[in-house]
């Protein structure tokens, strides 16, 4: 049976409410930025897996756009895949960084919705 505390009810002032509300939103940008994580991450390992599929290869296609251009893989594929590759990882370390400063965010105030409403929220 369920305690005395447990079934009181506790008024919800418009604070609380606002704090429940944005809490709904940090939850949500916090599971947009966990896939937006996995798919920065994915694509990272498609182009590390590219790059070693390039030592292999004499020259590939690249495409720009709607067409393939034929390029040298010594020098120009490596070159745009090093290149993409940072623009991934500085993507990636900004998005870790936002999902940090939100989980902190998070759980100041996962903490103060539970000391009011307890586990009735």
Same mark, same amino acid.
């Given at each position: ?9 506790? @008024?919800?002032?418009?604070? @609380?409410?606002n $704090?429940?509300?944005?809490? #709904? ?8 930025? $966990? ?14 897996d ?10 590939? !296609?690249?495409?720009? #756009? ?8 010594? #020098? ?13 990882e ?17 759980? @100041?105030?996962? #903490? !103060? ?9």
């Amino acid at each position: 049976m369920a305690s005395k505390k447990d079934v009181t009810a506790i @008024d919800v002032t418009r604070d @609380d409410q606002n $704090n429940i509300c944005t809490f #709904g939103r940090m939850h949500r940008r916090a599971a947009t930025l $966990n896939e937006l994580i996995t798919k920065k991450n994915k694509d990272l390992e498609n182009l590390n897996d590219a790059a070693d599929e390039i030592l292999i290869a004499d020259s590939c !296609k690249l495409v720009y #756009g709607e067409c393939f251009v034929t390029a040298d893989a010594d #020098g120009d594929v490596t070159d745009v895949l090093e290149e993409r590759k940072s623009e991934i990882e500085k993507d990636l370390a900004d998005l870790e960084q936002e999902k940090s400063n939100l989980d902190a965010l998070m759980k @100041d105030l996962k #903490g !103060k919705l539970y000391a009011k409403f307890g586990s009735q929220i």
